[in-house]
């Protein structure tokens, strides 16, 4: 089974800076994708990025970027220019392409981040 | 932008009570998820649900728990006698075919006492 880890529950940053959340994984699987949502106080989880493990250019979206090194099954998030708005759980979530798994998404535990104005 | 929606947003019930906790997905989504998360645990995986059938489910998803969409747009998940371990926030989520991203709703905080 595949297992998603989240080393840091809290983490801060200074708005305008730069700071990275860190997500490992454990997979025997050659082909998954590999998700970053957001989850706001208002509680719904958002999408914020994701990564098919076939491609080796790592996914950017706008301010959010990941470092995905797939050998080193790490799959960090990286958020550029910090907005008070970017506060909020972050969890990496992984899905397997079996088709006996399902869709289903594995994540981790989750880390906290603070924006500081 | 459509959104997946959850009722009610709280449930408090008695231990041994049925609950039933309801989702509505987003209309052209096709596959349907419920997840839980119980405080200060990781989000679980509970069930997947496609052409009114289940798809999946984990180890977590046992005989007291199952699901139903009786109509064309909601999507439920019933437990049928609570228990007190079963307190946790449940979220459902839903996905068009073809495409990876599974949409959330803002979940229901299931308190049992």
């Known amino acids: 089974a595949q297992t998603v880890t989240q080393s840091q529950p809290e983490m801060s940053v200074q708005e305008a800076e730069t700071v990275t959340l860190s997500c490992t994984y454990d997979?025997?699987?050659?082909?998954?994708?590999l998700f970053w949502y957001k989850q706001p106080p208002s509680r719904q989880m958002i999408l914020v990025i994701r990564?098919?493990?076939?491609?080796?250019q790592n996914a950017t979206e706008n301010r959010f970027s990941v470092n995905f090194q797939k050998a080193a099954k790490s799959f960090s998030l990286k958020i550029s220019d910090s907005q008070l708005g970017d506060a909020a759980m972050y969890f990496c979530?992984?899905?397997?392409?079996?088709?006996?798994?399902?869709?289903?998404?594995?994540f981790g535990e989750g880390t906290q981040l603070t924006v500081n104005p | 932008e459509p959104e997946v929606t959850q009722t009610p947003s709280h449930q408090v019930t008695q231990m041994g009570q049925e609950v039933i906790l309801r989702c509505v997905p987003i209309s052209n989504h096709l596959y349907f998820y419920w997840y839980r998360q119980i405080l200060g645990q990781k989000v679980e995986f509970l069930v997947s649900f496609y052409n009114n059938e289940i798809s999946e489910k984990s180890e977590i998803f046992d005989d007291q728990f199952s699901v139903e969409r009786p109509d064309g747009s909601n999507f439920t998940l019933k437990i049928r006698s609570t228990k007190l371990e079963d307190s946790a926030m449940y979220f459902c989520a839903s996905k068009r075919r073809l495409y990876n991203e599974q949409f959330f709703g803002p979940g229901t905080r299931l308190t049992v006492l």
């Open positions: 979530a992984y899905r397997s392409l079996k088709e006996t798994s399902g869709s289903r998404l594995t």
């Open positions: 990564q098919e493990a076939y491609k080796q």
């Open positions: 997979t025997s699987e050659s082909d998954y994708y």
